[in-house]
């Protein structure tokens, strides 16, 4: 019976138990997949949303690769201001959340018939450690952004990369003119705003057909 001092002393050790069990400990997560996050940086955010969109219109302003370190332990692979960087993959889930306290990341996992590309990305994503941030998304020099990681290591059994350039935009969408923040950006490292320039984004990404999308935390809606 339920009611049985056995059984309560029971319920009452394993339900928290259960819901302590987050959708973070349930999702499955694989070498290669793709974490699109929604952070907020402020006015560069809300320039790199306005002409940016992600998958199902979310307005993503960063992405990593998940890799498998030496411990076993989740690695993210991520080009930030400092430089490309190896961050514990529970460090990089707290680094944008909801309001409800859920990560603010979406996972993209390669389908099937590219999934070839996942060794080249697990033998040469060390390659750019360390590496320095591409401050002026200048797709040919010897520093990289998040999505131009992904430009790089994603490639098929050709070399080509799966994902593809576009030309990039500075300017907003209903003025037509250069956002005010890349404006000054720009003039302070004395380099030309690289208007229509190849690159790409990690909304750009995240609509791509060679993945699949997956919302194993936050439904993106508070």
């Known amino acids: 019976m339920i009611g049985s001092p056995h059984n309560l002393l029971f319920l009452i050790f394993i339900i928290p138990i259960l819901f302590s069990c987050s959708k973070r400990d349930m999702f499955s997560f694989e070498e290669g997949d793709l974490l699109f996050?929604?952070?907020?940086c402020g006015d560069f955010c809300e320039a790199i949303n306005k002409v940016t969109d992600g998958v199902k219109g979310i307005d993503f302003n960063h992405v990593g690769i998940l890799l498998s370190g030496n411990n076993g332990k989740w690695l993210v692979l991520e080009a930030v201001s400092k430089g490309v960087k190896e961050t514990p993959l529970d460090e990089f889930l707290?680094?944008?959340k909801d309001r409800s306290g859920r990560p603010l990341v979406a996972v993209g996992r390669l389908k099937d018939g590219y999934r070839n590309a996942v060794?080249?990305?697990?033998?040469?994503?060390?390659q750019f450690l360390g590496k320095s941030y591409d401050e002026v998304f200048d797709i040919d020099n010897d520093a990289y952004y998040c999505s131009e990681l992904v430009y790089l290591l994603y490639q098929n059994e050709n070399g080509q990369s799966l994902f593809e350039l576009k030309p990039m935009?500075?300017?907003?969408?209903d003025s037509h003119e250069t956002f005010e923040i890349w404006k000054e950006y720009f003039d302070k490292m004395n380099q030309e705003i690289p208007e229509g320039k190849p690159g790409l984004n990690p909304g750009g990404i995240?609509?791509?057909d060679k993945?699949?999308?997956?919302?194993?935390?936050?439904?993106?809606?508070?």
């Open 37 to 40: 996050q929604q952070s907020d």
């Open 94 to 96: 707290d680094k944008a």
């Open 119 to 126: 060794s080249h990305v697990a033998k040469s994503g060390g």
């Open 169 to 173: 935009t500075f300017k907003d969408p």
């Open 206 to 208: 995240s609509r791509s």
């Open 211 to 222: 993945l699949d999308i997956y919302f194993p935390y936050s439904d993106f809606q508070n």
